[in-house]
């Protein structure tokens, strides 16, 4: 049988239409054109025939079978021919719960029992629509949590807010029993059967899949007590206690600051700081500003344990500022005194809003304040870091006391600039 080979001509025609379909400027027309023609270069250098129907007509064993073909396609029939654009197969359906199921308890288990049932299909779902009669509550809708369209955008139109909502219509009814216990049914609308996207890629894609329980809480609430602990961190140690959780990082940031207000329990910050000393009777004293007699700008404070050591060693105390040390960047003054052994023990802590003359005005005042009150001497030296507004607002308050410089600033200065 005499086998036909394409012609030069023929080539020419597909390459054409390869051009015409792709474009002549897309990547794929000039690596077919430059592969062919190193093929036909190679074949050349190493004394092989030149591409014919042969070559076409024994494939590699990896390719899948085809019909060995007696003419040449034309380029007519090429042109002619209709494309074959290969599409992948449409994605399963998205399967609906058991209906009606085992009865639950509790409206809220069943919905627990559905929100299961969606994490596992790939969607998540919406309590709405709750029905009561005689002060009872009879009825529910689940629905899927991209019913309905998106809501047109209220703002400015400076940024574009993103939606889930796609027109979803999937809806179930759950419906309370005389018995006290849930039971689910099918929406008598056929058009709520049926969800009109795909499955989700990842539960985290749907708030109900990212509900803070209460073991969830309890471990991000531990974990947060260590000092400096990042939400990341967190969030991988809730992944590992919690390994059904799909958290995000942004979830951890918010359930930390939910914690944080329900410990605050409506107050702000410093005002459950200072109903904290109050209830646990720490001695402090508190500046307020003038203008505004709600907000705090500066506070002093000791422990019971502080004043021990500072009534048994009164003699020399240092001064200090320390920063970076609380959300709110304050700096944070620390008064230390000096044992007969050469150690260092806190007498007395600080927060200031400024470094100023007031500022440390008011620190110095607090702290012979609070030696006042509780039968503290006066001490021999007071050792600072040479700051010329502390020193003048320390002199002021104690100005029978010898002020000293610190040997550690001392070599740190002389370091620095030598």
Not at 85 to 105: E, F, H, K, V, W
Not at 220 to 239: K, L, N, P, W
Not at 316 to 336: E, G
Not at 354 to 373: M, P, V
Request: net charge positive.
């Amino acid at each position: 049988r005499e086998q036909s080979s394409p012609t030069k001509a023929e080539f020419q025609s597909a390459l054409k239409l390869v051009r015409e379909v792709i474009g002549t400027d897309r990547k794929l027309t000039l690596e077919l054109a430059r592969s062919y023609e190193r093929v036909r270069q190679w074949r050349e250098k190493w004394g092989y025939s030149p591409l014919s129907s042969d070559a076409l007509e024994s494939p590699p064993p990896y390719s899948p079978p085809r019909e060995s073909s007696t003419q040449a396609v034309s380029p007519q029939k090429i042109r002619s021919s209709p494309l074959r654009i290969s599409s992948s197969p449409a994605p399963d359906p998205i399967p609906n719960p058991p209906i009606p199921g085992d009865p639950a308890p509790s409206a809220e288990a069943l919905f627990d029992l559905i929100n299961t049932f969606a994490k596992e299909s790939g969607f998540g779902i919406v309590r709405r629509n709750a029905y009561s009669y005689n002060g009872r509550r009879m009825r529910y809708s689940f629905q899927c949590d991209r019913y309905g369209e998106p809501r047109p955008s209220r703002g400015a139109g400076l940024r574009q807010r993103k939606s889930r909502k796609c027109g979803c219509k999937w809806m179930v009814i759950a419906e309370a029993l005389e018995e006290g216990e849930w039971l689910l049914r099918q929406h008598p609308n056929p058009e709520h059967s049926q969800h009109n996207h795909g499955r989700s890629i990842r539960p985290s894609a749907h708030p109900s899949h990212r509900r803070l329980t209460t073991p969830i809480r309890a471990t991000i609430e531990s974990t947060s007590r260590r000092v400096g602990i990042r939400a990341r961190d967190v969030r991988a140690v809730v992944q590992e206690q919690h390994p059904e959780s799909t958290f995000t990082q942004r979830d951890i940031y918010n359930a930390r600051a939910l914690i944080n207000r329900d410990k605050l329990n409506g107050y702000t910050p410093t005002a459950a700081l200072i109903k904290l000393f109050d209830e646990m009777d720490v001695p402090y004293v508190a500046k307020w500003a003038d203008d505004e007699p709600s907000r705090l700008v500066g506070l002093v404070w000791t422990f019971s344990y502080c004043l021990q050591m500072w009534k048994r060693f009164p003699e020399v105390i240092s001064f200090d500022n320390t920063y970076n040390t609380n959300r709110f960047k304050l700096p944070l003054f620390q008064a230390t005194g000096q044992t007969c052994l050469g150690s260092v023990f806190n007498a007395a802590f600080g927060l200031i809003d400024n470094e100023r003359r007031e500022g440390f005005q008011f620190l110095s005042e607090s702290i012979r304040q609070l030696a006042e009150q509780h039968s503290i001497c006066q001490p021999d030296v007071i050792v600072t870091d040479f700051d010329d507004q502390m020193k003048a607002a320390l002199n002021d308050q104690f100005p029978d006391v010898q002020q000293q410089l610190c040997i550690h600033h001392i070599n740190s200065n002389v370091l620095l600039k030598s």
